[in-house]
């Protein structure tokens, strides 16, 4: 999507680790504009596919997801992130490795708002080695709900996570597939 690469170009940074910094427009300052248009596109590439509710984890999925709930108009429901947690009965549980922030936490979800029924869509902010992702595809797994794709806003294609996605099957759409880091620029992929 040009619109968001021009913007990753404009205001990124990359830092060590290979971990992109938009913190002034996707994951700390938000722009509801930019927003409100990846939304808008994920819902266009996934209007076929009959979700009935998003999955995330908070917080730096809950802005792209909510927005996509609105242009799909169904429910979004984020995971919350506990270091870690004791009384579970009520809850679908899975535990992720935190990319930038290197700890891990348990993810959870009320086991009322998800039923048999549902067919999600997951969408995060990044996907770098798939982590966040696989956690939610777990809690899927226990919930047996069908998860009918994965959109995220930025995918680092030279990480884990594309393969491990598209391996499982699942249809993948990133808004903005960065190739390489080079020399402190990013190189998106062609396609
Ligand atoms: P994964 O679980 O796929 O390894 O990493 C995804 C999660 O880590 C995302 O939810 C995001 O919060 C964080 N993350 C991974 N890579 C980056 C990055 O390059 N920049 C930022 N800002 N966050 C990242």
């Known amino acids: ?11 990124g940074t990359v830092l060590p680790g ?14 509801p504009q930019l927003m409100d248009q990846l939304g808008a596109e994920f819902a ?3 209007a076929d596919a009959g979700i009935t509710k998003i999955l995330t984890v908070e917080s730096s999925g809950i802005a792209p997801a909510v927005m996509t709930g609105l242009h799909l108009n169904v429910p979004v429901i984020f995971a919350r992130k506990h270091k870690s947690l004791t009384l579970t009965d009520h ?3 899975a535990k992720v490795y935190s990319y930038t922030k290197q700890v891990n936490n348990d993810i959870s979800i009320d086991r009322r708002f998800l039923s048999p029924e549902d067919r999600v869509l997951i969408i995060d902010d990044f996907l770098a080695n798939g982590q966040a992702v696989q956690g939610l595809l777990d809690i899927a797994k226990t919930a047996q709900i069908e998860v009918a794709g994965v959109g995220v806003v930025i995918e680092k294609r030279f990480q884990k996570g594309h393969k491990m996605v598209t391996d499982a099957g ?13 020399d402190n620029t990013v190189t998106f992929a062609e396609d």
């Open 170 to 182: 699942i249809q993948l759409e990133a808004l903005a597939s960065i190739a390489a880091f080079e």
């Open 1 to 11: 999507m040009k619109l968001l690469e021009d913007r990753i170009r404009q205001d």
């Open 44 to 46: 266009r590439r996934f």
């Open 91 to 93: 809850l679908y549980t």
């Open 18 to 31: 290979n971990v992109l910094k938009v913190d002034n427009f996707l994951n700390h300052q938000v722009d």
